[in-house]
């Protein structure tokens, strides 16, 4: 999706892009390690595993977002989160940060 949004803004269609699809972070990894592909967009994480170069492009950011009814049934996984060895084990993958883990913020109807 992130090479689409890319292609799009310098007014190339995505369609018009050959090359193989792979379907996971793991696929794109594998297929520059086993010289199927010179590069690929993949995680740091999927790189560092198979000991490849590793060029940043930009960070992405996930929220998991709940009816406010649900955060009592998702309160396990909030507790987990705010765990201090959450923290630090998400923090020690490359590429990965712990900022804002376990944080709830209500959403507007201007959001």
């Known amino acids: 999706m992130l090479l689409d949004q890319v292609l ?3 007014g190339i269609a995505p ?6 699809e ?7 990894a594998l297929a520059v390690a086993s010289g199927i592909a010179d590069a690929g967009i993949a995680l740091r994480a999927a790189a560092v595993d198979l ?9 992405e950011h996930y929220d998991l ?8 049934a998702a309160e396990p996984i909030i507790r987990a989160a705010r765990l201090a060895s959450t923290r630090t084990a998400i ?10 883990l376990g944080s709830i913020a209500p959403i507007t109807a201007a959001d």
């Open 8 to 10: 799009i803004e310098a």
């Open 15 to 20: 369609e018009n892009v050959g090359g193989p």
């Open 22 to 28: 792979f379907h996971s972070h793991l696929e794109v």
């Open 51 to 59: 000991d490849l170069d590793f060029i940043p492009l930009t960070w």
């Open 65 to 72: 977002v709940l009816p406010g009814d649900a955060l009592g």
């Open 91 to 100: 923090a020690q993958l490359p590429g990965y940060t712990a900022d804002n």
